[in-house]
C-alpha cells in the first residue's frame, strides 16, 4: 500500500484528537480490564508500524483496538482490517428524494452520536458532493396531499423562534441544544406530512437548511464531528431545494472547514473551489478564499495560500449593494488577520504569524467568545513557536477558561494539542500547572 495514503488508524486517530501514544494507553487499559487479565505489547513503535502500513495487528490486538475506539465486535466479524474503523461515511446525495431522508438521517445521527463519533466525510464524497451541488438543477417543489395544511403564519412563527435562538450568545446558546433538535424535527415533519404551496415550501427548506447548519457547528464545537457532518449534509440538500446558492456555498465552506481542522485539508480545495464559482458576494468570497488559503497552508502550498489570501484581503474591502449573506455576516478584518497567521504558523513563517495573530485578536469584538476562544489557541501556538513560553502558557489558561465557560470543547482540544510543544519547558513557570490541568480535563 502507497505510504502516502493515510491509514484509517491514522484518521480515526486524528478525529479524535489523539497521539500515536493515546490508542497504545487506551489499548493497555483495554486488556486489562479483560476477564482474564491480559497484557498488551502495544507502544507507539506498533501504532506507527500499523499507521504506515508496515504491520498489520494480529486478531488479539484487533479486538483491543475495537475497545479501544468502541467499535462493534460485529463490524470486524464484516470487513477486514482496517476497513472497519471508524472514519468515512458517504453523504446523502442531493435531490427532491432524498431531502427529508437527509434530515432524518441526521436525526438519527445526533440520537446515536456515541456509536460514530468520529466518522467523517472522505475527500472523494466531499468532491463528489460539492460537484453535485454545482451541477444538477434542484428540482421542483413538491408537497404532501396527505397531510394538513401550512400556513405562512405558522413559518413566521418557526422563522422569528429560530432566528431568537440562533441569536442568543455563545455561552447562552450551548443549553439550547436539545431545543434547536427540536425545531429542526418539527420543520422536518412539516416537511414530509405537510400540505404547502411553493413558496411557503421554499421558506421550509430554507428553516431546515439554517438549523440543520446552526446545530451542525453546536455538534462540531462538542467534537460529534459525524454528526455535524450528517446535519451539513442535510442544510444542502435543502439550501439546494430551496435554490439558495449562497447558503449551499456557505454550507460546503462549513464542510471544507471540518475537513482542514481535521487534519484533512485536501478534501477541503474543491469544495471551496466549487463554492467560489458560484458565489459572488465578496465578503462570502473573503471567507471562501481564507479557508481555501488555510488548506492550502497546511498543504505546504506556499503560492496558492498566498493567491487566496490576497484574495480575501480585496474581497473583504469590496463594497456591495446587497446584504451580505447571513452565514458569513461575520466575516470581518480580524478574522482575516488571525487566519493569515495561522497560514503563516503553517508554513513556517512564524514572525509573521505572531504579528498577524496579535492584531486580530486586538481587533475582535468581545461579543465573539468562541471565536475569541480558537484565536487565543493560535496565539499560544505562535507564542510557543517564538519560544516565548511563559506568554504561551498564561494565553493557554485563558483560553482554556473561556472554553470550559461557553462549552466549547472544541477549544479545549486545541489546548490538548499544544501539550508536546509545551513537554521541553516543564521547568518554565506554570508549564507543569498547565500540563495537570490538561490531564485532568
Not at 128 to 154: F, H
Not at 273 to 278: E, F, G
Amino acid at each position: 500500500m502507497d505510504d502516502q495514503i493515510r491509514h484509517p488508524l491514522a484518521y480515526a486517530r486524528a478525529l479524535r484528537g489523539w497521539s500515536q501514544t493515546d490508542p497504545a494507553a487506551r489499548i493497555h487499559h483495554a486488556a486489562r480490564n479483560r476477564p482474564e487479565g491480559l497484557r498488551s505489547g502495544t507502544d507507539k513503535a506498533a501504532v506507527s508500524k500499523w499507521e504506515n502500513w508496515r504491520k498489520t495487528p494480529s486478531i488479539e490486538s484487533q479486538l483491543l483496538i475495537a475497545e479501544a475506539f468502541d467499535v462493534p465486535i460485529g463490524d470486524l466479524e464484516a470487513f477486514e482490517w482496517p476497513h472497519w474503523l471508524p472514519g468515512q461515511e458517504k453523504p446523502v446525495p442531493l435531490g427532491s428524494s432524498f431531502i427529508v431522508h437527509a434530515l432524518r438521517d441526521a436525526q438519527r445521527a445526533t440520537m446515536d452520536h456515541r456509536r460514530r463519533t468520529f466518522m467523517t466525510f472522505s475527500a472523494l464524497a466531499l468532491a463528489g458532493l460539492s460537484t453535485q451541488w454545482a451541477t444538477l438543477e434542484p428540482d421542483r417543489l413538491t408537497t404532501s396531499l396527505n397531510g394538513k395544511r401550512v400556513d405562512g403564519e405558522l413559518v413566521d412563527w418557526l422563522e422569528d423562534t429560530s432566528t431568537k435562538l440562533t441569536a442568543m450568545p455563545t455561552e447562552q446558546r450551548q443549553h439550547t441544544a436539545k431545543l434547536m433538535d427540536a425545531q429542526l424535527d418539527t420543520v422536518t415533519d412539516l416537511l414530509e406530512q405537510g400540505r404547502y404551496t411553493e413558496p411557503v415550501g421554499r421558506r421550509l427548506h430554507l428553516l431546515a437548511a439554517s438549523l440543520a447548519s446552526t446545530c451542525g457547528w453546536h455538534r462540531f464545537d462538542q467534537g460529534h464531528h459525524f454528526t455535524a457532518g450528517k446535519l451539513w449534509n442535510a442544510a444542502l440538500t435543502n439550501a439546494h431545494a430551496a435554490r439558495d446558492r449562497d447558503l449551499g456555498a456557505g454550507i460546503l465552506s462549513d464542510l471544507a472547514y471540518q475537513s482542514i481542522w481535521l487534519t484533512q485539508p485536501d478534501a477541503a480545495v474543491e469544495p471551496l473551489s466549487q463554492a467560489l464559482i458560484h458565489t459572488q458576494h465578496p465578503t462570502a468570497r473573503s471567507l471562501l478564499h481564507l479557508r481555501r488559503a488555510r488548506a492550502h497552508a497546511a498543504l505546504g502550498a506556499t503560492a496558492d495560500c498566498h493567491r487566496d489570501l490576497a484574495a480575501a484581503e480585496i474581497a473583504l474591502l469590496t463594497d456591495s449593494p446587497d446584504p451580505t449573506p447571513a452565514w458569513c455576516r461575520w466575516m470581518s478584518t480580524a478574522d482575516l488577520a488571525v487566519d493569515s497567521g495561522q497560514c503563516m504558523l503553517d508554513l513556517g513563517r512564524t514572525d509573521d504569524a505572531h504579528a498577524h495573530i496579535d492584531e486580530g485578536m486586538s481587533l475582535l469584538p468581545r461579543s465573539r467568545d468562541k471565536t475569541r476562544g480558537i484565536f487565543l489557541t493560535y496565539e499560544a501556538r505562535s507564542l510557543l513557536k517564538a519560544r516565548e513560553v511563559e506568554q504561551a502558557v498564561a494565553v493557554a489558561n485563558q483560553s482554556l477558561d473561556l472554553a470550559t465557560r461557553i462549552g466549547a470543547e472544541r477549544c479545549v482540544t486545541l489546548v490538548r494539542e499544544l501539550a508536546p510543544g509545551f513537554r521541553p519547558y516543564r521547568q518554565v513557570d506554570g508549564v507543569s500547572d498547565l500540563m495537570d490541568r490538561l490531564r485532568a480535563g
